[in-house]
């Protein structure tokens, strides 16, 4: 996101337009309850965790106050994982909960986020470690990890375990972190920004170069990418490769045109059983826009010679990757599309799904029933008079599997778990748990099981 004060216009307001993805079929943008931006995600143990910025609802800034986590395995189901870390966990922190990114070592995970500093009111990078990929994340120094008024963190650990921190706007920096990735040695290094290094931006004398912002580094067959957001405004991505992590870098042209309802953008790469995913953010959803942004992700593959073919936003976003098993407890909050609902902390622990009104949906992605389903178990709880979950295959309106009743338990986190009988859940199908009831909210879902 950029850090300067950009002079928006009245025409580039105007082609911020708002794209709606078609509901039956799309799975981007990937979180559809809440806005979210700078995608970081991170392979851990066969399972993909997505770190993420917050975008407050209505801003007409970047305004975050705290970051979030969403993990799957199957690359369109994904359990949201709630806020493990906000702007109080920096007691030194006064606001921006912008574009961090989380490394692990040694059974550790780091976080590394730009926050404005109270003190100085200065932007800074401060980190703090968590035991768990989904956290909770404490401050693990109690000030800056480096401060120069610049943003954006991306880490690097490189294969002889050197570990590098870069960041920067306008300019780009690298340092050393030393093993316990919460210091570093020697001091901040200004990358050159050349034209031959990161391209030429036409028409801007003071910043050359086509590098703006949200480095992403990495390493690929001996040889080192650096993705970043590119021009502004509106921005694209862009890459550079290098023989080594700090250079001497050489442009290699536009991976992502300038797309979508939204004037940044900010990218994150990995691969992932053997596929390779690019994430980014756009303004998708309805009432999205340059400051209400959603993170998205597609499925490419590399040129054979390495270089990166034209990506472009789409609504449909990664195939599914294997299938999911419905017979296994399955978190509510497991969503690959959703209509109405919001995710909100449980009272049994980790996350609900809350909100629910009469109409509302969510759609759970390739479901492999095998031979057949025969009931279906879930734990509710509702102050009101509750309502009824349809369970319904392969379309909002599809056929009706089963329905459950649910009765008021008293409270919104009193819990109990109703269960019905289910028909024709054969083979592999999509779910969609459509809600009905009178009017008001009807109640809360914890988690969901189907029995054979």
């Not at 000030?143 to 943003?151: R, W, Y």
């Not at 290094?189 to 949200?214: C, M, N, V, W």
């Not at 936003?313 to 909050?333: C, F, I, N, S």
Request: glycine share 12%; aromatic share 14%; with cysteine.
């Amino acid at each position: 996101m950029p850090w300067r004060v950009v002079a928006w216009t009245v025409s580039l307001l105007c082609v911020l337009v708002v794209f709606q993805p078609p509901v039956a079929r799309a799975d981007n943008p990937i979180v559809q309850t809440i806005h979210t931006a700078d995608p970081a995600p991170l392979v851990h143990n066969d399972r993909v965790y997505l770190y993420t910025g917050h975008d407050e609802d209505g801003s007409t800034w970047f305004t975050m106050k705290e970051w979030r986590v969403y993990s799957s395995t199957d690359m369109v189901n994904w359990t949201d994982h709630g806020s493990p870390m906000n702007l109080e966990t920096f007691s030194w922190a006064s606001a921006d909960a912008w574009a961090g990114h989380v490394a692990e070592r040694n059974g550790k995970f780091y976080w590394y986020v730009p926050v404005t500093n109270r003190e100085t009111g200065r932007m800074a990078i401060g980190v703090a470690v968590g035991d768990s990929p989904t956290g909770p994340f404490r401050d693990a120094l109690g000030h800056p990890l480096v401060e120069n008024g610049e943003i954006d963190p991306a880490v690097f650990i490189d294969d002889d375990g050197q570990a590098y921190l870069y960041w920067g706007n306008p300019n780009l920096w690298y340092v050393k972190l030393n093993a316990d990735m919460t210091s570093y040695s020697g001091s901040p290094t200004q990358i050159p920004l050349t034209t031959e290094g990161f391209g030429a931006r036409p028409g801007d004398s003071e910043r050359p170069t086509l590098y703006e912002e949200g480095p992403w580094v990495y390493k690929r067959n001996s040889l080192y990418y650096m993705v970043f957001a590119a021009q502004c405004c509106s921005e694209f991505i862009a890459y550079s490769t290098a023989p080594t992590a700090t250079g001497p870098w050489t442009y290699r042209g536009t991976i992502m045109p300038t797309q979508g309802a939204s004037f940044t953008n900010h990218a994150g790469v990995i691969d992932y059983k053997g596929n390779s995913y690019f994430f980014y953010h756009n303004g998708a959803l309805p009432g999205g826009g340059g400051f209400t942004r959603s993170v998205a992700v597609e499925k490419f593959t590399y040129n054979a010679d390495g270089t990166f073919p034209l990506i472009n936003m789409t609504t449909d976003g990664a195939p599914q990757v294997g299938t999911l098993d419905p017979y296994v407890r399955q978190e509510a909050e497991t969503i690959a599309w959703g209509t109405g609902i919001e995710t909100e902390p449980s009272g049994e622990g980790g996350m609900g799904v809350g909100w629910i009104e009469n109409g509302d949906w969510i759609k759970v992605k390739g479901a492999d029933f095998g031979s057949g389903a025969k009931s279906f178990t879930a734990r509710v709880a509702s102050a009101t008079s509750g309502g009824s979950i349809e369970i319904r295959l392969d379309e909002v309106n599809g056929p009706v599997a089963g329905e459950c009743e649910v009765p008021g338990t008293g409270g919104w986190q009193t819990w109990i778990a109703v269960s019905c009988p289910v028909n024709g859940a054969t083979g592999t199908s999509d779910v969609y748990f459509r809600y009905s009831g009178g009017s008001g909210y009807l109640f809360n879902m914890n988690w969901w099981q189907f029995s054979a």
